[in-house]
């Protein structure tokens, strides 16, 4: 190699090491410094949270297909007057599952459940006894209504798609409440076993003087609760 050569190999060394220098910062760049949280107040997007039914479910988080028409939400009931804050039937889990599955078996043959009364709160059962003092239609507040305790079913049978079906007779309609009086049609008779069938299959209790009353078994083992219906 002659001089010249190597003047000409030195002159590109230099000039590369003249590029590494100058672009060094580029390629050793620093990792970027975190950003400061915000103290901009960010608008709340958390959603919110589930209202607290203590022990209790809502039946048409479960199965919404169950059509939930609380009478004491509404004010054509004994009483003549809306009751419930809100038309949502709590019961304690146990009940509620066995609810969705009566629900299941009723479908497969083309009906379904209304649910006319699920959970109610004590200060209810004392209005209730209060304008209807006959034990035989209202249970005792001092003695407390399987009801009270998430355990109890009013429930009446309707077509898959809500409709009505004939029945022996409306809500708290006492006249006509026994299970077996005389004066139900034959068909309201007939719906009557259809829902009968199936509650008692998972485990419900009928009771003979309500025909849409039903109790889950050992339902007065359960405690008397003190629960809002709208949450807490
Ligand atoms: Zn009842």
Redesign the pocket.
Known sequence: MGRRSRSVLLAFLLAGLGLLVVLSPVLHRPAPLPIPPSTTPQPDTAPAAPPDFGPLVDVATLDPSIVIDLRYARDDNIVGRQLYPVNRALLLPSVAERLVRVQARLREHGYGLKV??AYRPPWVQRELWAAFPDPRYVADPARG???SRGA???ATLVHADGNELEMPGDYDDFELGRRDHPAHSELARRHLEILTEAMVSEGFIP?EG?W???NAPEAARYPILDIPLEGS
């Open positions: 006319w009364d209504s399987n009801h109890a079913v009013d009771y309500e849409w009353h039903f």
